[in-house]
């Protein structure tokens, strides 16, 4: 679809919302004017990596799709604040119903949540009300699970320790008992998809000592929270996604893998009456009625009201269903990150890291020491950057290297690897002509 296409589509909806305000939904302004910044605009966005073709390849990104783009463009006319109804009152209701799908995606039908700023603020929120219940006890995450964690704990002033994680870069069940054992830990992080390596902890047996030991589980799947609909999980994945309604709290983005554009986390909470712990008498907000505005159970107060309508009209065309058209698209990543594996498993001058559990492949160019491989990744990242081909670079530590590692000599404690975040629904036709491009320029480093 052309962009004029899809704009047209908007000058026609636009319309229709405005029809029933007698107020125009727009201010005169010096449209001159407007143009000539916009160029410049342009010109500067020049400076960007080309984040929407599919060999961009690398970080963790996924371009919105269509209908959330034009939904959120439609709704900004408004600018609606989901934070009270006073301010988004349309909104907020479409809030409720795509946060309740999204509940439902993991088998919650009482539940209660909301969207967020992105997943930072909903993980902040969930550790928050781990602190407002165990105010004296700690929190541990995997020393793979995202920074934030411990860096939210800090801010919130709770001690935190990290678990140390095993050679498939998941958390370590036995470093996490050896925590418990000696430590009064009020929540566990578990993350089902690791933003490194999109590693899977083992969730199943955190509940098991979970009946032993008695703390919160909070699930951070911020990046992997979709993979719930996908049927092409290996066993192990399937157990630990099926397991996630026992959880106490769950973290998603649909900015990550649920085509919306950023700002758009999501934070659920099994037990509705963790709204108790919001309590707070604003003086100026929530008269309007006696329904639930968003924002008695927020920790943020302004919300983008445009981000509800857009996951709202996305989960329209696509909802939250196994087998569905999503679902299918979710599942394609995973089937391209599995080809992409399968190639560097079969070329002499590649290691794979371990198998994709999601749709993070990592690998690395063979060498005899860590250093030597180390750069030969470095120097493979450029050039492929330079062939328009766009990798990342992922650091993982020497200590928890595969078995098959094992005749590397360890004369670094990281090692820099190549990985690639497969997340585009189609990334799955390109693997081939993404991998000829990795091959030809690893090849050239072997010379
Ligand atoms: C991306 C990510 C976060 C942080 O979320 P933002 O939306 O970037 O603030 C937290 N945890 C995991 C597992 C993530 O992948």
């Not at 949540?113 to 603020?121: A, E, S």
């Not at 098991?208 to 092409?232: P, V």
């Not at 996305?314 to 399968?342: D, Y």
Request: aromatic letters at 10%; a negative charge.
């Amino acid at each position: 679809m052309s962009i004029s296409s899809e704009l047209s589509i908007l000058n026609e909806v636009i319309d229709k919302l405005q029809s029933s305000f007698n107020h125009s939904l727009t201010v005169d302004t010096n449209l001159d004017e407007v143009a000539s910044v916009l160029n410049e605009v342009a010109e500067r966005m020049q400076d960007n990596y080309p984040y929407f073709d599919t060999k961009y390849a690398g970080q963790m990104l996924k371009p919105p799709h269509p209908i959330a783009r034009l939904a959120y463009m439609l709704a900004l006319y408004f600018n609606p604040n989901n934070h009270a109804l006073d301010g988004g009152k349309a909104s907020s209701q479409m809030e409720k119903e795509a946060v309740t799908s999204i509940a439902q995606m993991f088998g919650w039908i009482e539940y209660l949540g909301h969207l967020t700023g992105g997943g930072t603020m909903a993980n902040m929120e969930a550790l928050w009300v781990a602190r407002k219940l165990h105010p004296d006890k700690i929190i541990v995450a995997s020393e793979m699970a995202h920074y934030t964690h411990e860096r939210i704990s800090e801010v919130l002033g709770i001690e935190f320790k990290k678990v140390n994680a095993d050679q498939y870069g998941r958390m370590s069940i036995e470093a996490l008992e050896d925590i418990l054992n000696q430590n009064e830990v009020g929540t566990v992080v578990v993350t089902l998809g690791t933003t490194g390596t999109g590693s899977v902890d083992p969730l199943v047996d955190v509940l098991a000592l979970q009946k032993k030991y008695n703390f919160r589980i909070h699930i951070d799947t911020a990046y992997g929270g979709y993979f719930k609909l996908a049927d092409n999980l290996t066993e192990y994945g399937l157990a630990q996604y099926e397991a996630i309604r026992h959880a106490d709290s769950i973290v998603i983005d649909p900015h990550k893998h649920g085509l919306q554009p950023y700002g758009c986390g999501c934070i659920l909470f099994k037990d509705p009456s963790t709204g108790r712990l919001y309590k707070h008498d604003s003086p100026y907000t929530y008269f309007s009625s006696a329904e639930l505005h968003l924002g008695e159970i927020s920790l943020e107060c302004s919300r983008a009201g445009a981000a509800a309508v857009a996951l709202w009209a996305t989960m329209q065309m696509f909802p939250l269903e196994r087998k569905g058209a999503f679902a299918k698209g979710i599942e394609n990543c995973r089937i391209a990150a599995i080809s992409l594996a399968k190639l560097i498993a079969e070329d002499d001058n590649s290691i794979p890291l371990f198998h994709p559990e999601l749709d993070i492949v990592v690998w690395a160019p063979k060498g005899n020491t860590l250093s030597d491989i180390s750069q030969k990744s470095n120097q493979i990242f450029h050039t492929c950057a330079k062939k328009d081909l766009h990798l990342a670079l992922f650091k993982y530590p020497s200590r928890l290297l595969p078995n098959e590692w094992g005749h590397i000599e360890r004369d670094q404690e990281f090692v820099t690897c190549l990985r690639s975040c497969l997340m585009k629904h189609n990334h799955h036709d390109w693997v081939d002509q993404i991998w000829s491009v990795i091959k030809s320029v690893s090849d050239e480093s072997f010379k």
